[in-house]
C-alpha cells in the first residue's frame, strides 16, 4: 500500500531565521531538531534527512509533525508524567561518596553491588545504575595490596529529570590513590573530553564503540560526550561516533585571520585556471576575495557569484562582467541563497566553477553548515562543465551538517596542503585530481 502523502512544511521567514539561530546557538537538542526541520522544509524526504543527519526516520518524521502541529513551540520537551523519584540526589551522594572514599566491609577486596546495596539500603540494580551512571568501576586498577577504593571514570551527576549537578563531595576528584598514595587511572569527564578532542585532531575520527571499550564505558556515555562537543562546535556527530568539524564556519571578518597565506596561494591557483572569454562561477568566501585579488587587469571574462562581498571586489576590475545572483541575504556569508537565488542559479550555464566548501572529507564529501547554501552549490555544480573545489588546508577532513556533493561530481580540488598531508592522501585514494599549489601560487 502507498505511503499517505505528508503535509507540506512551509517556514515563514522568522521561522526560518530562528531555527538557523537554533543551528548555530542551540542545544545539542535544539540543533538536532532544527536541522530536521529545515531538511524538510527544503523538501528532502524524512528517510534522507534521517539518513544524513544519522537518526531513526522515526525521530525525523516525530519532529517534523511536532513542528507542523505546535510550529517553533511544538520543538520544545514536553512535561512528562512519572511517578515521583523514589532515589533522591542523597541517596545517589551517599553511593558516590561510599565507592570512591570508603573501604569495603572486612573481607571484601572491593565493593560489589550486593556489599553497596547493604551499606546504602538501596537495591543493587539502583547501585548497579549510579555506578553506570557515574563511570564507576570498582574492583578495576587496584592496587598492589587489594585495599582502599575502586579506581574510577567520573561523571557528572545527571539526576532523574534529566538536570545536571556539581556532584556530591568526592565525585569530581580527578585522580585516586590508593593506601601507599600510589596514582590511580582515573579520569574527569572534561578530561575525558580533552583526550577525545585531541584523538580527534590527530586521527581524524571517533568512533564509539572502540572508545566505550577503551575507556571502559558503555557506548551511551561515550555518545553522550560526543553530543556536549558537537552542541559546543567541536565536532561533527556521525553515525558511529564523529568527524572533525570545519573552522570556517564562522562571520566573514573572523575568518579572514584563518590560514591567509594558505588562502593566497590556492586562489592565485585557482585564478589561474580562468581564461578569456569563459563564463566563471566564483563562490562568496574569504578565499573568493583572494580569486578576485589575482585577476590579471587584462583578463576579459564573465564572472557570476552569488556573494556581495565576491562581487564588490571584482567591481574595480577593468574587464571581469560581474553577474550576481539575488535572493535572500545569508548574513554571516554575506551571499544570497533561497529559492530566488536557487531559480537564477538554475538558468546559468558556466564553463568553470570555483566553489568553497567549509568541509571536505575523503568518505564524506562536500559538506555545509547551511542547508540553503548547500542546496545552491548542488546547483551550480550541475550547471558547470568543471567545477574545483578551493580547499585552505583548515578544511581538509572536516565535515559540517549538510551534504552538499560526492567527490566524483568534481573535476578537481586546489590545495597548498602537502602531498604527504593524510587527507590529501586519501583524497587521491578515492580518485580525486588535486591541484597542488606552490608557494608561488601556481598550480604544481
Not at 534529566?162 to 600510589?182: E, K
Request: aromatic fraction near 2%; proline fraction near 6%.
Amino acid at each position: 500500500m502507498a505511503s499517505p502523502k505528508l503535509e507540506p512544511l512551509v517556514l515563514s521567514g522568522s521561522e526560518r531565521q530562528a531555527l538557523q539561530d537554533w543551528t548555530l546557538s542551540g542545544t545539542a537538542a535544539q540543533v538536532l531538531r532544527a536541522q530536521i526541520v529545515l531538511a524538510c522544509a527544503d523538501g528532502a524526504p524524512v528517510s534522507a534527512v534521517a539518513s544524513a543527519l544519522g537518526v531513526s526516520r522515526a525521530t525525523a518524521a516525530k519532529w517534523r509533525s511536532r513542528f507542523l502541529r505546535g510550529r517553533l513551540a511544538g520543538l520544545s520537551d514536553e512535561p512528562r508524567l512519572g511517578r515521583p523519584r523514589t532515589i533522591t540526589d542523597e541517596h545517589v551522594a551517599n553511593v558516590i561518596t561510599a565507592t570512591l572514599q570508603h573501604a569495603p566491609p572486612l573481607g571484601d577486596a572491593h565493593w560489589s553491588t550486593r556489599s553497596m546495596a547493604r551499606q546504602s539500603g538501596l537495591s543493587q540494580s539502583a547501585v548497579a545504575r549510579i555506578w553506570r551512571a557515574f563511570g564507576l568501576t570498582p574492583g578495576v586498577g587496584r592496587g598492589e595490596d587489594g585495599n582502599g577504593a575502586a579506581a574510577v571514570v567520573s561523571r557528572e551527576l545527571v539526576s532523574d529529570s534529566g538536570r545536571r549537578d556539581d556532584g556530591p563531595p568526592g565525585a569530581g576528584t580527578a585522580l585516586m590513590h590508593d593506601a601507599s598514595g600510589r596514582r590511580r587511572n582515573a579520569m574527569l569527564t572534561a578530561e575525558r573530553r580533552d583526550l577525545l578532542l585531541e584523538r580527534l585532531r590527530r586521527e581524524g575520527k571517533l568512533i564509539a564503540r572502540d572508545l566505550a571499550a577503551e575507556f571502559g564505558l558503555s557506548e551511551d556515555s561515550v555518545r553522550r560526550d560526543l553530543r556536549e562537543l558537537a552542541a559546543a562546535g567541536l565536532c561533527q556527530r556521525v553515525y558511529g561516533g564523529a568527524l572533525p568539524i570545519s573552522p570556517a564556519l564562522g562571520p566573514q571578518a573572523s575568518r579572514l585571520e584563518i590560514a591567509p597565506d594558505s588562502k593566497r596561494r590556492v586562489a592565485a591557483a585557482a585564478a589561474a585556471l580562468i581564461t578569456e572569454g569563459t563564463t566563471v562561477i566564483l563562490d562568496g568566501g574569504t578565499t573568493a576575495l583572494e580569486v578576485a585579488a589575482a585577476l590579471p587587469p587584462s583578463l576579459d571574462a564573465t564572472i557570476v557569484t552569488p556573494s556581495a562581498t565576491t562581487a564588490a571586489a571584482l567591481a574595480s576590475h577593468p574587464k571581469v562582467r560581474i553577474f550576481m545572483l539575488g535572493g535572500q541575504l545569508h548574513k554571516q556569508s554575506v551571499s544570497a541563497s533561497g529559492a530566488a537565488a536557487a531559480e537564477q542559479a538554475s538558468g546559468i550555464t558556466a564553463d568553470l566553477a570555483l566553489l568553497i566548501a567549509p568541509g571536505i572529507h575523503p568518505v564524506q564529501g562536500l559538506t555545509h553548515a547551511d542547508p540553503e547554501t548547500a542546496a545552491l552549490i548542488r546547483i551550480l555544480i550541475r550547471r558547470t562543465a568543471d567545477t574545483y573545489v578551493m580547499a585552505s588546508i583548515e578544511k581538509l577532513g572536516t565535515v559540517c551538517a549538510y551534504k552538499v556533493a560526492g567527490l566524483p561530481e568534481l573535476a578537481g580540488i586546489i590545495t597548498d596542503a602537502p602531498p604527504s598531508h593524510p587527507a590529501v592522501q586519501q583524497l587521491r585514494d578515492q580518485g580525486v585530481t588535486i591541484i597542488q599549489a606552490t608557494e608561488r601560487g601556481q598550480p604544481g
